[in-house]
């Protein structure tokens, strides 16, 4: 039940890293973000707990991931290149980043589950306000185009 519990929390956590969704990061300003979406204190403290559960999750999996890529620089940087060993290496990263996806599902899935139908509706208005505001970065960061302006000059 606990290891249950913990992944409920994980995968809580790494989604609320969208707190990105409320446009703030999650560590510095989850206080905005819970304000935001009008968290009771009781939902603001099951979310604390499963962003501490997901922090750590996280970390060992990027403990994990950095020691995958060191291990792989070391056997293609070899004389000898061990090709069954790096297809090895190459699954267990393919394992990881699955496990990565999992977790951000299973995050989600539990966010709705903390938070009432209003919150859910607040929480998507935060989401699509949030992904207005990057696609807008994006299209400075191109000098003010946008994808189809870059494809149609590509037909020119």
């Known amino acids: 039940m606990?290891?249950?519990?913990?992944?409920?929390?994980?995968?809580?956590?790494?989604?609320?890293?969208?707190?990105?969704?409320?446009?703030?990061?999650?560590?510095?300003?989850?206080?905005?973000?819970?304000?935001?979406?009008?968290?009771?204190a009781e939902q603001e403290a099951q979310w604390r707990e499963q962003r501490e559960?997901?922090?750590?999750?996280?970390?060992?999996?990027?403990?994990?991931?950095?020691?995958?890529?060191?291990?792989?620089?070391?056997l293609l940087e070899a004389p000898t290149v061990d090709e069954n060993a790096v297809r090895a290496l190459g699954r267990k990263q393919g394992e990881l980043a699955a496990a990565r996806a999992r977790a951000r599902v299973e995050e989600r899935l539990a966010l709705r589950k903390l938070l009432t139908p209003e919150q859910l509706e607040k929480l998507g208005e935060l989401r699509r306000e949030h992904a207005g505001a990057r696609h807008a970065r994006r299209q400075q960061r191109r000098g003010g185009r946008d994808g189809a302006d870059e494809h149609e000059a590509g037909e020119r």
């Open 53 to 74: 559960a997901r922090r750590e999750a996280s970390r060992a999996q990027r403990d994990e991931s950095r020691a995958l890529r060191e291990q792989l620089r070391a």
């Open 2 to 40: 606990r290891s249950m519990a913990w992944i409920t929390g994980a995968a809580l956590g790494v989604g609320l890293a969208a707190a990105a969704w409320a446009g703030s990061a999650e560590g510095r300003h989850g206080a905005a973000f819970a304000e935001r979406l009008g968290l009771s």
